[in-house]
């Protein structure tokens, strides 16, 4: 009983810490960009995309770190939020422009992630039986069909309501008064966006902040040590009652909901949404597995930290301009060599153990002083 009060106290300053140390993040760059010139447009223009894939990184680490299940579809589930979010955003926008922004973008984030949400249900019942590769070839699967239909999608309203297509086609019959809301594989334009300035970055910030809050309850959790137990032996897990195909329903639900809301910052911070394979292809899928695998598999905060570094190196090398993506590929390579070496590993952890035991002792001799 002991051991398991240490391990929860232990748990929960962690969460602590990671919680505080964003909040200090937030504060000091609130400050900085309050003060004319002391942060970039190139540094501005990093801040909402960082927070987006903050939000993909803890949530696919639900899947694949935490359950130990291997998707390659986290893009598809983006991609519906995104669509939802835009398509909403631009059809308020046209049928009751005076509606206060902040009240459109709850209801573009809320429904986003809901709807993807939705899709996890709809993948999830299917595959409940899958795992390892059978699983990542379903979940790819997914990713690339979502991402082709929306590309076909085009929406208008006129004066007899909303005209849907499906198909390379325009839509004919429409009224005099037609508004386009989604133009096909142009997609959406014309939606309010939230750029990198104090109020965007606040908002962006927010959103990564209750994401991450949520995914740490939920993982320190009973379900998530659940979760946890299915990870380490299904058949243990199943013979000591837990019902294995709830727990993984529920995490892939989970994971896609706040990937839809990853998906609607995403398409928000650009005022554009196109359904292409870069954007939410599989492509988008392997990039944000890769966020996952560097930051350790089930480490949130190593998750947090490889997003935030993996979306700052890409500009950081743009002054090789044509050799970017090579030397992006080949320090990305080097990472992972790190992050594999058993000596590196145990380098690390030894270090690590060293801190650990030096605040021990500090705690130590503070409380007999």
Sequence with gaps: MENKKIHMRASTRKKILILSGMLIAFIILEVLLNIPGAI???????????????????????????????????????????????????????????????????????????????????????VLRLHGDYLAIVTLAFGEIIWNVFQSVSVARDSNGLHFSLGTGSISGLQADAETIVNGAQGISGFGRISG??????????????????????????????????RDNRIAAESV????????????????????????????????FQATQSDYGYIMSINILVFVVLGGMSSTLGSMIAAIVLTILPEMLRFLKDYRLLIYAVVLIGMMLFRSNPTLKNFTDSIKMKIKSLFAKKKGSAENG
């Design 40 to 126: 970039s447009s190139q540094v501005k223009g990093l801040l909402v995309p960082i927070c987006y894939n903050i939000i993909l990184a803890v949530s696919l680490n639900l899947t694949v770190g935490i359950l130990g299940d291997l998707s390659l579809g986290h893009a598809g589930f983006m991609c519906v939020g995104a669509f939802v979010g835009a398509f909403l955003s631009k059809y308020i926008g046209i049928v009751a422009p005076d509606m206060p922004e902040a009240l459109s973008l709850l209801i573009a984030f809320l429904f986003g992630g809901l709807f993807a949400a939705l899709f996890g249900v709809l993948v999830g019942i299917p």
């Design 241 to 272: 009652g837990i019902n294995i195909k709830k727990y993984k329903l529920l995490i892939i639900v989970v994971s896609a909901f706040f990937a839809g809301i990853a998906g609607v910052l995403y398409s928000h911070s650009t005022g554009l």
């Design 197 to 230: 300035n104090s109020v965007g970055f606040a908002i962006a910030f927010g959103l990564a902040f209750v994401s991450v809050w949520l995914v740490l309850n939920l993982i320190h959790s009973r379900t998530g040590r659940a979760v946890k137990a299915i």
